[in-house]
């Protein structure tokens, strides 16, 4: 395929920024444009070279464009849909980062009519607890997954332009339906954040929080590391998934109860027992990464 003569991206932070910088880095891009609410955030990612100019509309944005990329929180995707709807050309692909996919493939249908095949949801399976242009990456999808949830609307062609385009990023393509890509994410990553998020709230509220926070190490440091993510971002992402979220968490505080019984009956076989399954799943885990990492330096199928 050849590069894109123009790309648009909305929300030039980490996301977008990243995006922008590893297609550059490929030379699959002459010109990034960049879109969002902050002039001030729009003008430090020109100045970082992350984009070429500054569009002041969706209209001057889309014009020309090959490719457009939403990397902006999810709620606000409704809304840059229905402003690029009217200016988008027939062969403009629009796709998206979002973290969430059900409620953006609904947002899509509203919002896009009859240009709705133009649309390719995505989700790259990628990030950093830092925000805005200066987190920006080149090589922060090297080796992760990016996830695609056609939508039946789609074609051949347009998909293959949105595989491409994370290919240059050096993304590893999947695909999953939108249900089952929010199922999936509910449990292995929305819920970890919430959890993440709720443990340093709990700690940071208590009378004595300085002194935990003094003695809190390593191990605190790598469980709660996602609590430093963009709040806005996973306010709308927990709302925007939040029954199978519930759901998630339900299972969670389950567990958690059949741990504090083991607690409480000082059960020191029942609480070794959940503790060896979830090492022996973590390793299996990291071995299958760490394999599968393996084969993609190796090559083979």
């Known amino acids: 395929m050849q590069a894109f003569k123009k790309v648009a991206i909305f929300g030039v932070g980490l996301i977008g920024g990243s995006f922008a910088l590893a297609l550059k880095q490929a030379g699959a891009v002459q ?8 002039r001030a955030a729009l003008e430090v990612a020109q100045q970082l070279g992350i ?7 969706a209209q001057a944005a889309v014009q020309g464009a090959e490719l457009v990329l939403i990397a902006a929180p999810v709620a606000q995707t ?24 059900a409620d953006v493939v609904a947002a899509a249908r509203l919002a896009l ?8 949801p995505a989700h790259p399976i990628a990030g950093r607890e830092l925000n805005g242009p200066e987190a920006a990456l080149a090589d922060l999808y ?18 293959a332009r949105v595989a491409w385009a ?11 339906a939108p249900d089952e890509h929010d199922a999936v994410f509910a449990a292995v990553s929305h ?14 509220r208590k009378p004595h929080a300085d002194v935990l926070f003094q003695y809190a190490a390593s191990g605190f440091r790598d469980f709660t590391r996602i609590a430093g993510s963009s709040p806005e971002m996973w306010r709308d992402i927990s709302l925007a998934n939040r029954v199978a979220i519930l759901q998630e968490l339900d299972s969670y505080t389950a ?9 409480l009956q000082a059960d020191a076989v029942g609480l070794e027992a959940i503790y060896a399954n979830a090492q022996h799943a973590r390793h299996s885990w990291i071995s299958a990464i760490e394999a599968a990492e393996q084969q993609q330096r190796e090559g083979g199928d």
């Not at 409704?78 to 996919?101: F, N, R």
């Open 255 to 263: 567990r958690l109860a059949v741990l504090r019984e083991h607690l």
């Open 142 to 159: 090297v080796g992760k997954k990016a996830v695609i949830t056609r939508l039946p609307e789609n074609s051949y062609a347009a998909v």
């Open 78 to 101: 409704a809304a840059i849909l229905g402003a690029i709807q009217p200016y988008l050309q027939p062969g403009t692909v629009v796709t998206d980062a979002g973290s969430t996919k």
């Open 51 to 57: 984009i070429d100019e500054i569009a002041d509309s």
């Open 166 to 176: 994370w290919r240059q990023c050096g993304a590893i393509i999947h695909h999953l």
């Open 191 to 204: 819920l970890p954040h919430l959890l993440a998020y709720a443990l340093v709230d709990d700690i940071a």
């Open 113 to 120: 009519g009859g240009k709705l095949a133009q649309f390719v």
């Open 31 to 38: 010109q990034v444009v960049g879109v969002g609410r902050s």
